[in-house]
């Protein structure tokens, strides 16, 4: 040991070679080699939620292109008969999705036996429509003017601002004799505290031009009335009179005033000959007398007052109807000239000889229209056939093989909603995509400049975009649509004008980002062009961010011809969701699947886009280049 160092010795036998006996070679890589795009999509597939967003995708724009063009159903030629039919999917009864509709609290007419609809649907079919009913087994008492009400009281009430003519009168003079017998009978009702008032004083009288002829004079006696009219015609020295019955309610300063009417009648001798007038100034029924809405009905009476109705009966109902039934059912006998029957004729429908009449009708095919001639009509100087009147199916009237289906329903132009919404989607999504590649396109080389070069360039770019982006978006539009026409290519032209910009500031934020890095300051080292410094180094690392926002675009796209059909400035003459969606939108309270239908179609592709542009950003992300 020298200077507390220790001195170690090695012998030849310490070392061994443990190689010198094979040979050593390159290893063969374990992995494939390969490119950007194969690992990107390696990435995306093992995203499951974007896999599964792409599918929903590629759906939807399948359906897209093959609904329009595969489906037969009408989107163009309104019909009226098959405006707002039910979803149906199943047959009817199922219970769901099988095109019924449920009402509720509807007024049903007990005249007829059926629920209170439009009157273009005739009662038998009514009838055949409906699945399920239920009445209520008590009456409603409402205070209201009712078509389908019963029973009742008339109200007969002051108006402040008429002083002493609150009278309701016949709206014909009848003619009565002394030796008719004429008597009027009049039921009062004694119910106070109706309509918040009071029961006041009234009269009765026979008016003839100035001349009256008093029955009851003005008191607060709500007892029966029965009046001899040809008793007073004898006291006042007449033989005859042609006059108009009145009720007059004396006004009263400080309330209104009211006389409650359940009937009056006027009856005469069998042997008179105005029956028919008597009959028109008779009432038992109030709400026959109160129903204004009918001039011709046999009590309707003109009112100077306030003429209302008390305890008025009505019945509700709720019930199940089958709106293809409806409309695609049995049809009503419909009118058909003799130019339709011979070309049914000639198609070999069916046979008909009008000289022999309608039972000569034999149909031969299920296409013919009609089942049942019931009468035909001949021309008498000719002696040939005008039409006949038949009895069929509706949807055969409708132009139909066979009763149709419609998943989404009608909507008020009787048009398939299932085919309207893909076509919308159709139009939105050419709309979107061109909208979106024109942006990316141009925002892509004008984010790239400004950002690659920087210095007075990228100031004066920054400037002009800042300027053309302070511009309101709908402003832009709107001028191009008001001075361009509103079509197709002029809303692609509106919304790419300012479009871009967004697309350029992503792309300018990601050329700062990127472009100082020590890769791009090497190959710039080595000679690489500013071109391929932009395209081989600096713009595939900025493609995450920049790609997901440009797929959002499209949906963002969509949902602005939304905002403007909601302006009156939707596309015309094209069907698309925004279009669509402002027309249907003001149903949505009575028809829900008018607007829940395509904003679910709508909202599916939202969702979609999105789940799509994350699995691109995630798989063009260079970052997560060979990650798991």
């Given at each position: 040991?020298?200077?507390?160092?220790?001195?170690?010795?090695?012998?030849?036998?310490?070392?061994?070679?443990?190689?010198?006996?094979?040979?050593?070679?390159?290893?063969?890589?374990?992995?494939?080699?390969?490119?950007?795009?194969?690992?990107?999509?390696?990435?995306?597939?093992?995203?499951?939620?974007?896999?599964?967003?792409?599918?929903?995708?590629?759906?939807?724009?399948?359906?897209?292109?093959?609904?329009?063009?595969?489906?037969?159903?009408n989107i163009t030629t309104v019909s009226?008969?098959?405006?707002?039919?039910?979803?149906?999917?199943?047959?009817?009864?199922?219970?769901?999705?099988?095109?019924?509709?449920?009402?509720?609290?509807?007024?049903?007419?007990?005249?007829?036996?059926?629920?209170?609809?439009?009157?273009?649907?005739?009662?038998?079919?009514?009838?055949?429509?409906?699945?399920?009913?239920?009445?209520?087994?008590?009456?409603?008492?409402?205070?209201?003017?009712?078509?389908?009400?019963?029973?009742?009281?008339?109200?007969?009430?002051?108006?402040?601002?008429?002083?002493?003519?609150?009278?309701?009168?016949?709206?014909?003079?009848?003619?009565?004799?002394?030796?008719?017998?004429?008597?009027?009978?009049?039921?009062?009702?004694?119910?106070?505290?109706?309509?918040?008032?009071?029961?006041?004083?009234?009269?009765?009288?026979?008016?003839?031009?100035?001349?009256?002829?008093?029955?009851?004079?003005?008191?607060?006696?709500?007892?029966?009335?029965?009046?001899?009219?040809?008793?007073?015609?004898?006291?006042?020295?007449?033989?005859?009179?042609?006059?108009?019955?009145?009720?007059?309610?004396?006004?009263?300063?400080?309330?209104?005033?009211?006389?409650?009417?359940?009937?009056?009648?006027?009856?005469?001798?069998?042997?008179?000959?105005?029956?028919?007038?008597?009959?028109?100034?008779?009432?038992?029924?109030?709400?026959?007398?109160?129903?204004?809405?009918?001039?011709?009905?046999?009590?309707?009476?003109?009112?100077?007052?306030?003429?209302?109705?008390?305890?008025?009966?009505?019945?509700?109902?709720?019930?199940?109807?089958?709106?293809?039934?409806?409309?695609?059912?049995?049809?009503?006998?419909?009118?058909?000239?003799?130019?339709?029957?011979?070309?049914?004729?000639?198609?070999?429908?069916?046979?008909?000889?009008?000289?022999?009449?309608?039972?000569?009708?034999?149909?031969?095919?299920?296409?013919?229209?009609?089942?049942?001639?019931?009468?035909?009509?001949?021309?008498?100087?000719?002696?040939?056939?005008?039409?006949?009147?038949?009895?069929?199916?509706?949807?055969?009237?409708?132009?139909?093989?066979?009763?149709?289906?419609?998943?989404?329903?009608?909507?008020?132009?009787?048009?398939?909603?299932?085919?309207?919404?893909?076509?919308?989607?159709?139009?939105?999504?050419?709309?979107?995509?061109?909208?979106?590649?024109?942006?990316?396109?141009?925002?892509?080389?004008?984010?790239?400049?400004?950002?690659?070069?920087?210095?007075?360039?990228?100031?004066?770019?920054?400037?002009?975009?800042?300027?053309?982006?302070?511009?309101?978006?709908?402003?832009?539009?709107?001028?191009?649509?008001?001075?361009?026409?509103?079509?197709?290519?002029?809303?692609?032209?509106?919304?790419?004008?300012?479009?871009?910009?967004?697309?350029?500031?992503?792309?300018?934020?990601?050329?700062?980002?990127?472009?100082?890095?020590?890769?791009?300051?090497?190959?710039?080292?080595?000679?690489?062009?500013?071109?391929?410094?932009?395209?081989?180094?600096?713009?595939?690392?900025?493609?995450?961010?920049?790609?997901?926002?440009?797929?959002?675009?499209?949906?963002?796209?969509?949902?602005?011809?939304?905002?403007?059909?909601?302006?009156?400035?939707?596309?015309?003459?094209?069907?698309?969701?925004?279009?669509?969606?402002?027309?249907?939108?003001?149903?949505?309270?009575?028809?829900?699947?008018?607007?829940?239908?395509?904003?679910?179609?709508?909202?599916?592709?939202?969702?979609?886009?999105?789940?799509?542009?994350?699995?691109?950003?995630?798989?063009?992300?260079p970052a997560l280049k060979g990650s798991?």
């Amino acid at each position: 040991m020298a200077d507390g160092k220790k001195n170690i010795a090695f012998r030849e036998d310490d070392f061994v070679l443990i190689q010198q006996d094979r040979q050593v070679k390159d290893r063969k890589l374990d992995t494939k080699p390969t490119t950007f795009f194969k690992d990107a999509m390696r990435r995306f597939r093992k995203n499951k939620a974007s896999v599964a967003g792409s599918i929903i995708l590629g759906i939807l724009i399948i359906l897209a292109i093959l609904v329009p063009a595969l489906s037969t159903c009408n989107i163009t030629t309104v019909s009226t008969p098959e405006a707002f039919l039910a979803p149906k999917l199943f047959e009817a009864g199922t219970g769901f999705w099988d095109g019924t509709r449920k009402s509720t609290r509807i007024v049903y007419d007990m005249e007829k036996g059926v629920p209170a609809l439009s009157d273009k649907y005739s009662v038998e079919a009514v009838k055949a429509a409906i699945v399920n009913i239920t009445v209520d087994a008590e009456p409603t008492k409402i205070d209201a003017a009712n078509p389908y009400g019963h029973g009742g009281v008339v109200v007969l009430a002051t108006d402040s601002a008429v002083e002493n003519k609150n009278s309701v009168m016949s709206s014909k003079a009848v003619n009565f004799d002394v030796k008719g017998e004429y008597k009027l009978d009049v039921v009062f009702s004694e119910e106070e505290g109706v309509a918040n008032s009071e029961a006041g004083e009234y009269a009765v009288y026979l008016k003839a031009g100035d001349d009256v002829f008093m029955l009851r004079d003005f008191s607060r006696d709500y007892s029966p009335l029965s009046a001899d009219i040809s008793q007073t015609l004898k006291e006042a020295g007449l033989d005859s009179l042609r006059a108009q019955i009145v009720f007059e309610v004396k006004s009263a300063a400080s309330n209104f005033q009211y006389v409650l009417i359940e009937s009056a009648v006027v009856s005469a001798l069998e042997t008179v000959e105005n029956a028919e007038d008597i009959a028109e100034v008779s009432f038992t029924d109030a709400s026959d007398f109160v129903n204004e809405s009918d001039a011709n009905s046999l009590a309707y009476w003109s009112c100077t007052g306030r003429k209302g109705i008390h305890n008025s009966e009505i019945y509700y109902c709720d019930y199940v109807l089958d709106t293809y039934a409806l409309v695609y059912g049995d049809a009503d006998l419909m009118t058909y000239s003799a130019t339709e029957l011979n070309n049914w004729i000639d198609a070999g429908y069916c046979t008909y000889d009008y000289k022999v009449g309608p039972e000569s009708f034999v149909k031969l095919s299920d296409d013919c229209p009609i089942d049942v001639v019931e009468s035909q009509t001949v021309m008498g100087i000719t002696k040939k056939l005008s039409n006949i009147t038949a009895r069929g199916y509706g949807y055969r009237k409708l132009g139909y093989d066979e009763m149709p289906k419609f998943l989404f329903g009608t909507d008020a132009a009787g048009f398939d909603l299932f085919k309207r919404s893909f076509a919308g989607l159709r139009t939105s999504l050419i709309l979107g995509v061109c909208t979106a590649v024109f942006c990316f396109t141009f925002g892509l080389i004008w984010g790239s400049v400004s950002g690659y070069f920087g210095g007075s360039i990228d100031l004066w770019m920054e400037r002009f975009c800042e300027i053309l982006g302070g511009v309101p978006w709908i402003v832009i539009v709107t001028l191009c649509i008001l001075h361009l026409g509103n079509n197709f290519f002029t809303f692609i032209l509106a919304l790419c004008l300012t479009g871009w910009i967004g697309t350029a500031h992503r792309t300018r934020t990601q050329f700062y980002r990127f472009k100082g890095r020590e890769y791009v300051l090497a190959s710039r080292t080595l000679g690489a062009s500013d071109i391929r410094l932009i395209f081989k180094h600096i713009l595939p690392n900025s493609m995450g961010t920049i790609i997901t926002a440009s797929v959002l675009m499209v949906t963002s796209v969509i949902f602005s011809e939304a905002t403007l059909a909601y302006l009156n400035l939707g596309l015309q003459g094209l069907q698309s969701f925004g279009v669509m969606m402002s027309n249907n939108q003001k149903y949505l309270g009575v028809y829900p699947n008018l607007v829940i239908f395509p904003a679910a179609v709508m909202a599916l592709m939202m969702i979609s886009f999105n789940l799509f542009g994350n699995g691109l950003r995630d798989a063009f992300n260079p970052a997560l280049k060979g990650s798991e």
